[in-house]
């Protein structure tokens, strides 16, 4: 990923244990203990930094290119059967354990993280952003609304859709009847879940119950074709 910088913050790949080891400390903060450890998907990946002007890294994710049948190792596979996935055509981008320091809410540190992802993306011709966007804590109930939103509004077409391979899943889709309450449910949804979503992104129809890393996360895609074009220009204008 070729560095970006834009205002107070700089995007660039890791460099070095120091940056490393303040990756590994972000995810614990944000994370908890599991996310904090390193794992098998961490010694392929690039990890990507947002510094802020003092240097500090603000934010941090991970990223890895599949294609047809490679999808099996990634860290979506562990959770969801993505079979059917395996047919689609393109490359395809994983972005995993996506944090922002948790005392931090400037929307700039998402904006100028996901310009670097579209310059990434033009770049190495990516057809398919995935990965798995996390609610803390294990309970649906407290996200009953925005789980009411992705069934109404954000399900994943059928001929991509991931398949129950988790031993303990939310079933939202099948389980959920009610009409969503739109501001309730805003008002829950994880940050950057909600980028995928107004990006033209969609999710799974079941939510994973992970209480090794206490969340609750959805199988979430965007087909990069599928982005306005308005979009698309106000992402590529930050570059």
């Known amino acids: 990923m070729t560095p970006l910088a834009k205002g107070i913050y700089r995007v660039e790949p890791a460099n070095g244990a120091a940056d490393m080891n303040a990756v590994f400390n972000l995810r614990d903060l944000c994370f908890g ?9 961490d010694v392929s990946a690039t990890h990507v930094v ?14 890895a290119q599949f294609v047809g049948t490679d999808l099996q190792d990634s860290y979506a596979a562990d959770f969801y059967d993505l079979t059917a996935l395996q047919a689609f055509k393109g490359p395809m ?19 100028i993280a996901w310009a670097a992802l579209t310059a990434y993306v033009d770049a190495n011709g990516i ?9 803390m804590g294990t309970d649906p109930q407290i996200y009953i609304d925005a789980f009411a939103v992705l069934k109404a509004r954000h399900m ?16 939202y889709s099948a389980i959920l009847r009610r009409k969503p309450n739109l ?11 909600r980028t995928y979503l107004a990006m033209g992104g969609w999710v799974s129809d079941h939510a994973v119950v992970d209480r090794a890393m206490n969340t ?6 965007l087909e990069i ?4 074009a308005a979009r698309k220009s106000r992402l590529r204008a930050l570059v």
């Open 127 to 135: 057809e398919m952003l995935f990965g798995c966007s996390s609610f």
């Open 50 to 63: 947002v510094r802020s002007a003092t240097g500090h890294i603000v934010a941090t994710f991970r990223m």
């Open 33 to 41: 203990a599991v996310g904090g450890v390193p794992d098998r998907f």
């Open 183 to 193: 501001a309730k449910a805003n008002a829950v949804l994880p940050p950057l879940l």
């Open 216 to 221: 609750l996360h959805v199988f979430t895609a």
């Open 93 to 111: 981008l994983e972005l995993g354990r996506f944090c922002i320091h948790p005392d931090l809410n400037d929307p700039d540190i998402l904006r």
């Open 225 to 228: 074709g599928a982005i306005p």
């Open 156 to 171: 994943g077409p059928s001929q991509w859709m991931p398949q129950v391979k988790a031993a303990e899943v939310y079933r």
